[in-house]
């Protein structure tokens, strides 16, 4: 473990800030971990079984941390894809990978079946992902709290009668009792994200949240809704938004909107666009709209009753004042 480790910083020193740099060794450091020090033999499915298990909930704190989701279809899905990575496509694509230079033919039918395997995996992997509460989304914990809870999963998988077991537990909750910051009465927070060409803008008051814009959704399947918006709300412990405004239907401030609508609870859709006005919750933005959140004042400027030709023209243009 130590010479795998040394070796990836001797060769690639920035994969320390890489995600899976973390994930890979933690994962097997964790593995190493609960193998040690146990007395007495089990049977291997039950070793297997429970190192399965101690892997996925030993990574929730890490997980939390870089992407604020727990996946509770995990067990099952590592279930399905270590034993099919781990002992048919990577052995395969590594061979795959010698044939080249000595029999490419055979090379390339390796190399095809790697690829169909791969895209039953892929098939897999998303209908476990349609399962209802597949996944949780949680807001990002502080990192004491994350090495808080790290220190917990430690406890909990020590061999039975470690000193300070039975209090594991308690190390995991400043995960789960995170306090946030929010504007004071009659101030807001206004944080526009980068979503390149477009626009999204999260405005937050003492107690409301407004999400002006969604980013685009490109055909390539990049969803700036999915990627950026949604992550920053779970982030800031955000899981219901108030108002959702789509200034108009062109896709790079429209195209995210559809991922916010699935995965938020949103008590109302102000838009020019007709796809929105008329959608559940939703109405035309108007001159004249007006509301007051925690001493700020929000209205509508345009569009008029009597609507602009061109479409961009009918935006919906939104004052705050505080």
Avoid at 101 to 112: C, E, K, N, P, S
Wanted: aromatic fraction near 10%.
């Amino acid at each position: 473990f130590r010479v795998a480790v040394t070796g990836v910083l001797l060769i690639d020193p920035p994969a320390v800030l890489q995600t899976g740099f973390w994930l890979s060794f933690l994962a097997v450091a964790l593995l190493i971990h609960i193998s040690n020090s146990r007395l007495g033999k089990v049977a291997n499915w039950q070793k297997i079984t429970f190192n399965h298990f101690a892997g996925c909930f030993g990574l929730a704190p890490i997980l939390l941390l870089y992407f604020q989701q727990l996946s509770l279809v995990a067990p099952l899905t590592n279930a399905i894809a270590i034993p099919l990575l781990g002992m048919l496509i990577v052995p395969a694509a590594l061979t795959a990978l010698v044939l080249l230079y000595l029999q490419a033919d055979l090379a390339r039918y390796l190399l095809v079946a790697c690829d169909v395997l791969l895209v039953h995996l892929e098939l897999i992997m998303e209908w476990l992902l349609q399962i209802p509460y597949a996944y949780l989304n949680l807001p990002q914990p502080d990192f004491y709290a994350v090495l808080g809870a790290g220190l917990g999963v430690l406890l909990i998988t020590t061999p039975k009668g470690f000193p300070g077991k039975q209090s594991a537990m308690c190390y995991f909750a400043p995960i789960f009792f995170l306090e946030f910051s929010r504007p004071s009465y009659a101030e807001i927070k206004m944080q526009v994200l980068d979503v390149g060409q477009g626009l999204a803008i999260v405005v937050t008051t003492e107690n409301h949240t407004l999400v002006y814009d969604t980013g685009s959704h490109m055909p390539d399947g990049l969803d700036m809704g999915n990627a950026v918006v949604l992550p920053y709300l779970y982030q800031q412990g955000i899981n219901k938004l108030d108002y959702l405004i789509i200034s108009h239907g062109d896709n790079d401030h429209s195209g995210g909107a559809t991922s916010i609508q699935q995965n938020m609870r949103i008590s109302g859709i102000l838009s020019s666009d007709r796809l929105w006005a008329e959608s559940e919750h939703g109405r035309y933005c108007q001159t004249g709209q007006h509301w007051q959140w925690d001493g700020v004042d929000f209205s509508i400027l345009s569009p008029p009753h009597i609507p602009f030709t061109k479409e961009n023209n009918n935006s919906c243009v939104l004052q705050i004042q505080t």
